[in-house]
């Protein structure tokens, strides 16, 4: 308490104290309030000043895109073609291709190695399956074999069991015939003259392959029917021919 001042009880203090505090308080609204009001003005100020100028979400919308000769509303770095382009270029729009009369890929003419349509120059590699055309030709082959040793003739009859694929691969212009049989053929020995059968008997051929065909693998079997001990000889010399 400083000299010459009143004394005052703590309540009466503290009492005055609050007041002090709600007054401050009530000042600092008021200039708050005051600020407020003020930054409304300024702002409203600038939208009337602004009506004719573009906005900064406008401006974001129309950034980057401008219109063609048509109207179209593209993006800035979309390049037209001129007239004189577009003369030079000529007409470019995609046109349905008419089928030719060249054999289909998969026509009879396929089992003779000819390229498919597309590859008429046989530059680019294909292979086609000519499994069941090869078969049938080789099984035909077969059964017009035969062998005849003086009087006696040996006949294919059957072919049997037949296995394997074939293909005709086309490269650099060039055909490539691979393929791999095995099979077994049934044969029998006839007189030549009065066609009587005395024997029969079968071989297997395992190995009927493009990379060895000229060196054939057959492996005989036992006779089925069993020739006569005076036509053994015969029948012999005449398997072996047909071998």
């Known amino acids: 308490m400083a000299k010459g001042e009143e004394a005052i009880s703590f309540e009466d203090w503290e009492k005055e104290r609050k007041e002090k505090e709600k007054e401050e308080e009530r000042r600092k609204k008021e200039e708050r309030r ?49 007239d004189h382009e577009k003369s030079l270029i000529g007409d470019i729009a995609p046109k349905r291709l008419e089928p030719s009369a060249a054999p289909s890929p998969m026509s009879a003419e396929s089992g003779k190695g000819n390229p498919s349509v597309w590859n008429q120059a046989g530059t680019t590699w294909e292979e086609k399956n000519t499994t069941d055309w090869c078969r049938g030709q080789l099984e035909t082959r077969l059964k017009e074999t035969k ?53 029969k008997g079968s071989l297997k051929l395992p190995d009927i392959c493009s990379t060895h065909h000229h060196e054939l693998e057959v492996e005989i079997g036992g006779w089925k029917t069993k020739p006569a001990d005076d036509m053994s000889h015969k029948a012999l010399d005449c398997r072996d021919a047909l071998v």
């Open 34 to 82: 005051k600020a407020r009001e003020a930054a409304k003005a300024v702002a409203k100020d600038d939208d009337d000043d602004s009506d004719d100028e573009l906005t900064e979400k406008e401006l974001a919308q129309l950034r980057g895109y401008k219109k063609t000769a048509d109207g179209r509303v593209t993006s800035y770095f979309t390049r037209e073609q001129s």
């Open 147 to 199: 062998a005849t040793v003086d009087d006696v003739v040996a006949v294919v009859t059957g072919v049997e069991n037949m296995t394997g694929d074939a293909s005709v691969a086309i490269a650099s212009g060039k055909k490539r015939y691979i393929f791999d049989f095995h099979c077994k053929v049934t044969f029998e020995v006839r007189d030549a003259d009065t066609d009587d059968i005395f024997a």
